[in-house]
Structure formats: structure tokens, C-alpha cells
């Protein structure tokens, strides 16, 4: 703690940018600004196809089509304005994804409206759009790391156990120790924050700094608030876990539900003969039954019936619940295979058109560990506030998890999601799926 005399009258400060607003705040305020100045792309566009048409190089459709490509370039906007608070090493796949879909999926629009449109057009904006969305994106990672003074010296020590192997030094804070002679001139240093240690007992001389810095728009953050905002995991202190609250989106719940059962019905085609191959391929290889079915925990901690191609030895007797191991004795030849691709989780499909999953959202727990966690881990129930998914934001930011140790990694990621989930975290986790997909990463 820093010890030093606090004088009655408030200090000043030499940061004239000083502001009470959280990094996420200002983040979003930046990429609002940004997009709004992105504008100019769409006019230099329009500009682009007039000339292009006076020219006789296209037709009257190619400005048409770039005047419709605003709505893809607000969704864009929208979805990086919800993406400001990710982690600063997420936010470049984040940019990408979020750029491309809405472009993509704009000659399926003209389509079912059945009228006419210029691929052309579509491209000129997309380039332009993209290439505004990163060159903000650099300039902004380039020119604002923060820099957060450390008010206790425990605090390096404690935020580097929470955030476990990340390095500091590749992300956008600098961390600094609290100027000793800071406040014997009555300033309060040029900074982006201060980090406090939640666990030091309050005195009246820290509750005196504390209020001086709140006094000159210095925003305080804990331990845990900064190792949050560079991992994507939820930290919880551990006095407060039981009081710790978080709500769903209700509004966004059914969005992602319209979609997830359009997607689904919209790709029967192709996962139905999938299913029917994979499944006479696991009844070839070993005897028992082609599909594995278990009781999980889902949407407000309901149970459900999850559906599954069998990977393992089939055995007549209940077993009971343990996590699945590197190399396990019990997976089959085929079963390998199928967990490698994650072909094993096609029938969850079934599951997402009942409504108890969602392609994305935390993975559904066993019944028997969810108990077993809930008495152990205060927070653990509130994973279930959201519908649980095939995939999810800790399954592509740790992979499996075989130990109560990793289950409290896991849980950490799982809240994080929770507490953020949004259509542009949900097309990020589908991005890195695919990506975990080709690489094998995770897989048992």
C-alpha cells in the first residue's frame, strides 16, 4: 500500500485526458467515431461507380448496389461496437469476421428479393470498408496502450497468477508502480487508471487518495477487472462469489434461437446423410448402439436428453460420470476419428431444434458434476443462464477440461460469455471453431 500524506484540499492532475470511463467505454466511443467517419468510404464508393458508369464501364445497378451496401456496413459497425470490450488479441480475427459476413451474405438478400446486382459493387465496398475497419484498428491499437499506475505493489505479483501464462508485454497495458513522490507535489500522474488490491484493509488515509482520485476523473480498477479485460475469463473474488449477479439478454436469446433453427433446417441436407454415414460407420466398428445419450444440464438448470454418436466401447452397466482422458483406453478406432472432426457432436443438431442447446453457448455439463461443482463453486449456476451450446467460448479458448482445476478455468470463460455475449462474440466462437476444427485442437 502507499503510505504518504494526503492533504485536505484536492490534487491536480498533469492528464488532461483524465475520464472516469472504463477502457471498454473508451474503446467504444473510438469505434463509434470511427465508423461514423467511415462513412466517407460509402461516399467514395458511390463516387467510384458513378464515374465507373459515366465511363460505360458498368451499368446504372453498380451505384444501386453500392447505395445498399450501407445496411451490411452498419451491420459491421454494430457488431464491432458490441466487440469492444473482447480482449485486445481477439479483436483482429473479431474485425475480420465481422466485416466479411455482412457482405456475404448480401447477394443471398438480392436473391430472395429477386432483384439485380453488381457483385462488383459489393467488392469495391467491402475492400474499402475493411480496410478503413483495420487501418482504425492498428492505429488505434498503436497509439493507445494504456497505462495503469499500480497503487499497491502486490498488485503485478497478483494479476500475473490470475492471467496464469499471458504475458503482460503482448498486450495493450503498461503496467507502472505508483510514483513515490506523487503526491508530496500534490499531482496525481498523467495515467489511463489506477489498479488497486482489493484485499488491503481500507485506512482513512487510502479512503483520502481514493476519493481524490475519483475527485479528478481517474478511473480505478481491481486486480480482477484487468486480468478480465486481457483474458476474456471472468475473475471473481473470493469473498464475493455468492453475492456475485449477472442476467441474461432475453432480447438476443431469441434472436439467437430464430437463427439457430434456421441455420439448422437450412443445412438438413447436408448433416442428415453425414449423421446416416457416420453412424453406420460406428455400428461397423465395434458392437452396441450407433448413438450415446446422457443427462445434462441446460437453460436454467433444467435437464435434457443429449444426444451423442457413440466413441467409445459400448458397456451394459452405468458408469459413472469421469471426465475423458489424452488417449483413452475406451474410445474406438472410429471414435477417434469422429472426435477429431467432431463429427461425434452431429446429433446435438436434434438437440438445437428441441431448443434445449444453441449452436453456441456454454458446453452442457454431466448432471452428477454439476451438483458436485455448485456445492464447491458458488458462481458455477449462473452458467446456465444462457441455453448451452455445441460450441462455446471457453471450448475455443482452452479446449477440454479434465481436472475440477481446469473446470474452474473453464467456469471463468463460461461467465465471461455469460456477462458479454453478444452476435459479434457468437460469430467470433464460430470463426475459431472452424479454425479448432481443421487443427484438431482440444479434441479427446
Known sequence: MVKSSIMSQPATTSAEHSTLASSTARRQ????????????????????????????????????????????????????????????????SLLLITTAIPFL?????????????????????????????????WLHGRHHTQRLLCLDASVPEQLQRLLG???????????????KDALASNQIPACDGVVLDRQIAPSDERLQLLSS?????????SVEA?????????????????LWQIDGNPAHDVAKRVIDTAFVLGTLPLWLPLCVLVGLAVKLDSPGPALFTQRRVGLNGRDFRLWKF????????????????????????????????????????????????????????????????????????YRHLVRP??????????????????TLI??????????HYSMAVDLLIAYKTIRIVLNGFGSR
Open 310 to 381: 457413440r466413441s467409445m466401447q459400448h458397456q451394459q452397466d452405468p458408469q459413472p460420470a469421469r471426465f475423458a482422458q489424452q488417449q483413452d483406453a475406451r474410445v474406438t478406432r472410429v471414435g477417434r476419428v469422429i472426435r477429431r472432426w467432431r463429427l461425434d457432436e452431429l446429433p446435438q443438431l436434434w438437440n438445437v431444434l428441441l431448443g434445449n442447446m444453441s449452436l453456441i453457448g456454454p458446453r452442457p455439463e454431466q448432471t452428477q458434476f454439476v451438483h458436485e461443482f455448485a456445492t464447491r463453486i458458488p458462481a458455477y449456476p
Open 226 to 242: 484487468v486480468a478480465e479485460l486481457l483474458s476474456g475469463r471472468k475473475m471473481l473474488h473470493a469473498s464475493q462469489d455468492e
Open 165 to 179: 501464462n499471458t504475458r503482460l508485454r503482448t498486450q495493450s497495458v503498461r503496467l507502472e508502480p505508483w510514483p
Open 29 to 92: 466511443g473510438a469505434q463509434l467515431g470511427w465508423s461514423l467517419a467511415g462513412v466517407s468510404t460509402l461516399v467514395l464508393s458511390y463516387l467510384i461507380a458513378l464515374g465507373l458508369q459515366r465511363a460505360g464501364e458498368v451499368t446504372h445497378q453498380f451505384p444501386q448496389t453500392v447505395l445498399w451496401c450501407a445496411l451490411p456496413y452498419l451491420l459491421a459497425a454494430h457488431w464491432l461496437y458490441q466487440g469492444a470490450r473482447l480482449p485486445a488479441a481477439e479483436r483482429g
Open 389 to 406: 451450446g455445441i460450441t462455446g467460448w471457453a471450448q475455443v479458448q482452452q479446449g477440454y477440461a479434465d481436472s475440477e482445476e481446469l
Open 410 to 419: 473453464k467456469l471463468s470463460y463460461d461467465l465471461y460469455y455469460v456477462a
Open 213 to 221: 482520485l475519483k475527485l479528478n476523473h481517474v478511473r480505478l480498477y
Open 105 to 137: 451474405l448480401m447477394p443471398l438478400g438480392f436473391a430472395l428479393l429477386q432483384q439485380p446486382y453488381s457483385r462488383g459493387a459489393i467488392l469495391l465496398v467491402y475492400a474499402l470498408s475493411t480496410t478503413w475497419f483495420l487501418f482504425g484498428d
